[in-house]
T-cell receptor, first 116, second 112 residues
């Protein structure tokens, strides 16, 4: 199993500001995923962040709005830039511990952002 | 991505078995069937996955139709802690290179 810690767990932000969410994993992982969950909705994949390469963004998400860093095999950050109330969501990071061989993704508890 | 269809919500009684259906008529030969659940105010957690054969683990059983166009997640004895949103997802083993695509899921309500 994996322990995934996200910071902050929640925050209230002002419109136009940016916030960086951190994701720390207690073991080395190659693949890490960032998801967004808007209020009352399911999860939507934002991007895949593999160490040593640029993040790959899903349709509707762009690097300027959601820059991602992946400096090593245990850590990643997602920044939500120039926030608007529509960015109020839970942001979750997820990892595949075994490089796709076990069928199990582990998720953090999420970072709940409220943009005023 | 192949899509899944699940009931929006289901209700069951505590200590009774629960059968959560999932239809996936456009499943490809390489798609695994993954089930995750999300308890209130938590991130999703893995429940079970399978390809063709029925699967059992400590949390649940997964029954897969012979034509693979549908599957059923079975909770053998529901507890109040099993109240969650259950997601049936098709995709490669693990997240593959592209992550997993979550649908709306089934909101399972457990009555005491």
């Amino acid at each position: 199993s994996a322990v995934i810690s996200q910071k902050p767990s929640r925050d209230i932000c002002q419109r136009g500001t940016s916030l960086t969410i951190q994701c720390q994993v207690d073991s080395q992982v190659t693949m890490m995923f960032w998801y967004r969950q808007q209020p009352g909705q399911s999860l939507t994949l934002i991007a895949t962040a593999n160490q040593g390469s640029e993040a790959t963004y899903e349709s509707g998400f762009v690097i300027d709005k959601f820059p991602i860093s992946r400096p090593n095999l245990t850590f990643s950050t997602l920044t939500v830039s120039n926030m608007s109330p529509e960015d109020s969501s839970i942001y979750l990071c997820s990892v595949d511990l075994a490089g796709g061989h076990t069928g199990e993704l582990f998720f953090g508890e999420g970072s709940r952002l409220t943009v005023l | 991505d192949a899509k899944t269809t699940q009931p929006n919500s289901m209700e069951s009684n505590e200590e009774e078995p629960v059968h959560l259906p999932c239809n996936h008529s456009t499943i490809s030969g390489t798609d695994y069937i993954h089930w995750y659940r999300q308890l209130p105010s938590q991130g999703p957690e893995y429940v079970i996955h399978g390809l063709t054969s029925n699967v059992n683990n400590r949390m649940a059983s997964l029954a897969i139709a012979e034509d693979r166009k549908s599957s059923t997640l079975i909770l053998h004895r529901a507890t109040l802690r099993d109240a969650a949103v259950y997601y049936c997802i098709l995709g490669p083993l693990g997240g593959g290179a592209d992550g997993l695509t979550f649908g709306k899921g089934t909101h399972l309500i457990i009555q005491p």
